[in-house]
C-alpha cells in the first residue's frame, strides 16, 4: 500500500460514519486487518484513543446502524460545485 492509501485508511476509520464495511469495499482490509494497520501506523496512546472511541460504535458496523440509506452532511459542510467550493 502507497502512503496515501495508508493515510486515507487511516482518515476514514477516524471518522464516526464510515463503516468499517466501508473500508473493505473500497480498499480490501477487513476490520480486524484495520485494527492492525492502526496499531502499526499510530502511537500506542493514540492507538488506544481511537480504539476506545470505535469500540462498540454502532455507526462503525453497517448492520449495527439505525438507518438504511443516506448518510450524514453537517449543516456547515460546504457544497462542492464546478470544482470550485461554493461560499455559504
Known sequence: MTVRQIDRIIEMAWEDRTTFDAIQFQFGLKEQEVIELMRKEMKPSSFRMWRKRVQGRATKHQAKRSFDK???????????????????
Open 70 to 88: 443516506g448518510r450524514f452532511k453537517c449543516t456547515r459542510q460546504r457544497n462542492i460545485s464546478n470544482n470550485k467550493v461554493s461560499k455559504r
